[in-house]
């Protein structure tokens, strides 16, 4: 089925064009452009600050002149991943798409729903010429995936709206009244690299066919985690004169890695004891996860000893670092029944030539719980002699259950689907807390189709939840004061 002939078809026309064009966090120039040119050609004041947002101003259809004007958000990137075995250039390629059933996915990588859905939307009643609407306001940010620098630097003073409309969100059923913050733990250290012995045996573990995910929104799910799974087997390695030539585990931290692969030297006399202990416990992982992983593969193959491996010391160090340090989640809330307040994901870890690096990212709608997990990790790498760094803090967003935007949204819906949406703070990072810093006074809500797999190759949006979304984001853009 053609995408661009599924209703409303002037969402999903824009989120192909949107598609077509690379837009990897903090390469966004050429999606900046998109925009920008966009807006111009439809003769609206439109413009871009200094890091990169993009605004886009249009005035209020007739008869909707005294209604309050309303910020319409949502950013410009996307996480990009693919599978393994999946041939594609993100800097030149855009999105393959296609349909299966309710389903609108990717062929082997990210869609990008999340969140051009919510670009798409803002385009299309940027350009509409029968859609009754107050003055909007579009906020299109930059680099939301990879440290909300957008939201971050976007100044006081140049957003006009009084209500803002961030359309990020990944249920349907959902109306978004706060979110957790975030801190990246980033942990370093050298190693002395030693001559691999003479007769080593060579061998290569991959751990692949994890679902990965959202590092917030889906890290209650009990998934595996690629790094976590990878450093049970190289724990076995201990106690076999296995030593460690390189490691790669993971690319980004907001995303719940899926693959790890470790190049090691083994000697050749215990060779066959830890290949049956690897084998023994690769199943019994497996059937842990059977569940929720369901195509876990562990696989080992034969390959030429290295040259140099880590050391003794070093690598016993960095696995039972990675053993010690938490991943998943840490608290529930006692404020919200069933959200999860913190959480960490052992996003990244990397050993090359003499460096190790290990890559975190915290999360909690709490900030003094979010510290204290960061300095929990932080005490577990600097006890192994890593360098510990802590950066890119975002703050969350403080739910406020008597905003008269949500009052709007709530009745909206419940008018327009007969039943009661769920009014949530979810444990993802909205721009929404960064966006209030400088906005105090705005009135922000979030909702947004339904998005599945987000991060991952497996992420797909529903066709009927975006006819859903654009049903109530038309009827409350009516429906405000």
């Not at 296609?98 to 062929?107: G, H, L, Q, R």
């Not at 069933?338 to 709608?365: F, H, M, P, Y």
Request: proline share 3%.
């Amino acid at each position: 089925m053609d995408i661009n002939k599924l209703e409303p078809t002037a969402v999903w026309k824009n989120f192909s064009k949107l598609n077509a064009v690379p837009r990897p966090s903090k390469k966004e120039e050429r999606v900046i452009s998109f925009m920008l040119e966009f807006g111009n050609a439809l003769e609206l004041e439109t413009f871009s600050d200094a890091i990169g947002n993009v605004i886009i101003r249009k005035p209020a259809t007739k008869g909707m002149e005294d209604k309050k004007m309303i910020t319409l958000q949502s950013h410009l990137d996307m996480v990009h991943q693919k599978n393994a075995d999946t041939v594609f250039d993100f800097d030149t390629q855009g999105i393959e798409m296609y349909v299966d059933e309710d389903w609108v996915k990717a062929n082997g990588t990210t869609l990008g729903a999340d969140n051009g859905m919510g670009v798409a939307a803002i385009m299309a009643l940027l350009e509409s010429v029968n859609i009754p609407h107050p003055a909007l306001e579009a906020l299109f940010t930059i680099d939301e995936e990879t440290g909300m620098t957008g939201a971050f630097e976007l100044k006081a003073g140049v957003l006009q709206g009084q209500i803002l409309l961030n359309l990020d969100t990944e249920e349907d059923d959902e109306i978004d009244i706060g979110c957790a913050g975030g801190i990246d733990v980033t942990a370093t250290r050298t190693y002395n690299e030693k001559d691999g012995t003479h007769g080593d045996v060579g061998l290569e573990i991959t751990v692949k066919g994890l679902k990965g995910g959202h590092s917030g929104m889906d890290i209650h799910k009990g998934l595996g985690n690629a790094n976590k799974i990878m450093n049970r087997l190289l724990y076995l390695g201990l106690d076999y004169n296995v030593r460690i030539s390189s490691l790669n585990g993971g690319s980004l931290r907001n995303a719940i890695p899926r693959e790890s692969v470790c190049k090691l030297n083994v000697g050749r006399k215990h060779a066959d004891k830890f290949l049956k202990k690897v084998n023994k416990l690769s199943e019994a992982i497996k059937a842990e996860l059977s569940v929720q992983e369901p195509n876990l593969q562990i696989e080992l193959i034969d390959i030429k000893p290295a040259k140099k491996v880590m050391g003794l010391g070093a690598q016993e160090k960095l696995v039972k670092t990675v053993y010690a340090a938490h991943n998943g989640v840490y608290a529930m809330s006692g404020a919200i029944d069933d959200l999860v307040e913190t959480s960490n994901n052992i996003a990244i870890v990397k050993v090359k030539k003499g460096e190790i690096k290990i890559g975190c990212l915290t999360r909690s709608s709490v900030d003094t719980a979010k510290l204290d997990l960061a300095n929990s990790l932080r005490s577990a790498f600097e006890i192994s002699g890593f360098d510990v760094e802590l950066s890119g803090s975002y703050p969350g967003w403080n739910p406020n259950p008597n905003s008269e935007i949500l009052t709007v949204a709530k009745s909206t819906y419940i008018d327009l689907f007969k039943e009661q949406p769920r009014v949530v703070a979810c444990h993802a990072g909205l721009e929404c807390g960064i966006l209030g810093q400088n906005y105090p006074d705005v009135d922000m809500v979030s909702f947004g189709p339904t998005i599945l797999g987000a991060h991952s190759p497996d992420e797909r949006v529903s066709i009927s939840s975006v006819q859903k979304f654009w049903k109530l984001l038309l009827e409350i853009l009516k429906n405000t004061n």
